[in-house]
């Protein structure tokens, strides 16, 4: 079935940085649909897929990688554009319902009666106390009389705090006596300690919405000479944004382009796999990636930064052996050192090779290896699961028949499939997007990311636009299918090191508390 679209709507696609022939082509993935990802088998401690490390191991990697770092560039990678809209989805919904006193709401929600009782453990306290003040108004007060909404709105409104429209990463997270840090500056505190360059800088590149970047670029320079100080170090802070063209066309539940009030077409953001044009675009030896809102107090950070350090380290020799092995093949080497190159593609990396790759002439193994091996590597962190939603490491087959590791989330497997719900059900580990990645090769130059994306692993969602029920993509993920052609490790790291903030009760964890 062809698609109508007029000549503004051809001009508003041209705008957005996107060709008719791609508006069709994603038209036509909502008709068809994604194919669901193939589980071959969980990826486990016991059968090699995730790797544990036992002590010696990780003083071994430690040891190298902080012997190494001095001469590479390294780069903190953190995806922050998300509004902290969500974390306050319980207040939302409280304020909207009770307006005045609420005298009976505990019951109902329980998580908006857990935020007023420990409201003055919350960084962020003194910030709402003084916002009220200026408009005369005391907190105590209205919590003794009961008025809570009138405290929730001046917490999330745009013209008071405006925390419900912030990103997360400007929030504050943490306190440290009389001081508070926001989820920005944990991650250069955490920088300092692993992300540390050679000549002595810390780069940290945060991926931003528009209308945010202003407040992060101001964040960032009223903090920057603070933490060079604390730290001896120099900071350097980037930021992008997710771009235009990377958004896809909306549409209704019978797959038609949707129109705003004024007939133009809708498109949405594709979601975090758009971030590979962003990562694609960073200069560096080493990329370290972790969300932006995955940070802890000082007190809890020591488990991140032994891991941090143990997985670039794995990084570094992972990447050498690689390296040493291309450039034997490009110089012609022996039947042995091809057979050596095999058992490290096939063990380590967990690279499957051709049924008959043994039986082939040395110069077509050395093809396929050369071929397999010369790709962008990650070694990704993976904590014990403990219920938590998302995507988790699995060995899989793809569209080709091949047989690799790849982080997959839920919505890609087929649940109705009795065997692949055992295969999701057996899994121990869980992804906590916690990655180290080398993206240059053994000829020190870099890859083109965007060739090593798997475009048949992104997925459609539904959402609410009004009274309408709208369908997206989501592009391929990044940790997911963005990065599944990548040659990938799994590492098990502590549970310590992943506290996401999902909610703004979790920020009354234990573990975002002054120690």
Not at 172 to 182: D, I, L, N, P
Request: proline share 4%.
């Amino acid at each position: 079935m062809s698609v109508t679209l007029t000549p503004e709507d051809l001009q508003q696609i041209e705008a957005h940085g996107l060709t008719r022939e791609q508006v069709e082509a994603q038209i036509a993935r909502f008709r068809s649909g994604f194919p669901r990802t193939q589980l071959a088998d969980a990826a486990t401690v016991e059968n090699g897929g995730i790797v544990r490390l036992g002590d010696d191991e990780i003083g071994h990697y430690i040891d190298l990688y902080q012997r190494r770092s001095k001469r590479l560039k390294t780069i903190k990678f953190v995806p922050a554009s998300g509004a902290a809209t969500r974390m306050f989805k319980d207040l939302y919904e409280f304020s909207a319902k009770y307006f005045g006193v609420a005298t009976n709401f505990a019951k109902e929600y329980p998580s908006v009666k857990e935020f007023l009782e420990n409201i003055r453990t919350f960084a962020f306290f003194e910030d709402l106390q003084a916002c009220m003040a200026r408009n005369g108004l005391d907190l105590q007060e209205y919590m003794n009389r009961g008025d809570y909404s009138t405290i929730i709105n001046y917490l999330l409104k745009d013209q008071f705090l405006a925390y419900g429209s912030l990103p997360k990463g400007l929030l504050k997270f943490h306190r440290y006596g009389g001081e508070a840090r926001t989820p920005v500056e944990e991650h250069i505190v955490e920088g300092a300690e692993y992300a540390r360059s050679g000549d002595g800088k810390v780069h940290i590149h945060f991926t931003v919405s528009p209308e945010h970047r202003d407040l992060f670029r101001k964040l960032t320079t009223t903090v920057r000479s603070r933490y060079e100080k604390m730290f001896g170090i120099r900071l350097n802070f980037s930021f992008s944004e997710q771009q235009h063209y990377t958004d896809t066309i909306a549409v209704d539940e019978q797959n038609n382009p949707i129109r705003d009030e004024e007939g133009r077409l809708v498109f949405r953001p594709g979601g975090h796999g758009a971030l590979i044009e962003n990562l694609n675009a960073q200069r560096a030896d080493i990329i370290f990636v972790k969300n932006i809102d995955n940070v802890v107090p000082d007190w809890m950070k020591h488990s991140t930064m032994v891991y941090k350090k143990a997985l670039a380290g794995m990084l570094i020799e992972l990447t050498d052996k690689t390296f040493r092995y291309l450039r034997a093949i490009d110089e012609g080497c022996s039947p042995q050192m091809l057979a050596a190159a095999a058992r490290f593609a096939r063990n380590t990396l967990h690279i499957e090779l051709p049924d008959d790759f043994d039986s082939l002439a040395p110069k077509q193994r050395a093809a396929v290896l050369h071929d397999r091996l010369d790709r962008p590597m990650r070694i990704c962190g993976m904590v014990k699961n403990q219920g938590e939603p998302g995507g988790g490491p699995f060995f899989t087959i793809n569209t080709h028949g091949i047989r690799g590791l790849q982080i997959v989330e839920t919505a890609q497997i087929n649940r109705k499939d009795p065997q692949q719900e055992a295969l999701l059900q057996s899994s121990t580990h869980f992804n906590p997007v916690d990655l180290v990645c080398s993206t240059r090769n053994y000829r020190g130059r870099y890859f083109d990311l965007r060739q090593f994306v798997d475009p048949e692993t992104g997925f459609i969602s539904k959402k609410s636009r009004g009274a309408q029920t709208l369908k997206s993509q989501e592009l391929p993920g990044l940790w997911n299918g963005a990065m599944a052609n990548w040659n990938t490790v799994f590492v098990e790291v502590p549970l310590a090191t992943f506290n996401p903030v999902k909610t703004v009760n979790d920020l009354l964890r234990k573990e975002h508390l002054e120690g």
